[in-house]
């Protein structure tokens, strides 16, 4: 359970739902659901983890397929999330929390007292109004920025993007930054 546990916000959640599962089944009558009960619920993790679409679609708020498409979220940032691409909207936590899945998503955020925060694996783009591009890669993470600026933190590390240029995150590789167009920030939304 702990190792499980240990896995991240992920497995956490997962867990979560499986005990409000557990508990929503009543006390077995006889010995032998037990296992039963417990065989159904490890089928459920397994599957939830060995199928990255199954686990996407379950715990995504926001889900694209073939194309880009544009949403305002509740706290009235807009986000365009590339195709084939998922994000979490936290919202409901009070903050203006974000958690990219997979894919890409171009954040124009509304200028706000409070900080807007998208979680890309272990790292984090925070900023109070700007617009910026966040990507999921095959090996690590992009941030791009075309307005403003976006404070970019992976453990304890943490760099300033301004606009016009792109941090690169990659597995086992320095951080790279990189020079870029405002215009051509999340370039994907034009096809």
């Known amino acids: 359970r702990d190792a499980f546990l240990a896995q991240g916000e992920t497995a956490q959640d997962v867990y979560r739902r499986v005990q409000i599962i557990w508990a929503g089944s009543g006390k077995p009558k006889k010995s032998k659901t037990i296992p039963s009960i417990v065989a159904a619920a490890l089928l459920t993790l397994g599957a939830y983890f060995a199928f990255e679409p199954v686990r996407i679609f379950a715990t995504a708020d926001i889900i694209t397929r073939l194309e880009p498409a544009d949403t305002q979220l509740a706290s009235g940032d807009i986000v365009v999330l590339d195709a084939g691409s998922a994000l979490v909207d936290l919202t409901e936590t009070g903050a203006r929390e974000r958690r990219l ?60 993007v301004e606009a016009g240029q792109t941090l690169f995150l990659r597995d086992d590789n320095p951080a790279q930054s990189s020079q870029i167009q405002t215009e051509d920030v999340a370039a994907w939304r034009e096809d």
Not at 128 to 152: H, K, M, N, Q, R
């Open 101 to 160: 899945l997979k894919g890409a998503a171009f954040f124009d955020v509304e200028q706000d007292d409070r900080r807007f925060t998208v979680q890309l694996e272990e790292v984090s783009a925070t900023t109070l109004g700007t617009s910026f591009d966040a990507v999921i890669l095959e090996d690590g993470v992009s941030v791009g920025v075309s307005d403003g600026a976006v404070l970019v933190e992976s453990g304890a590390q943490s760099w300033r």
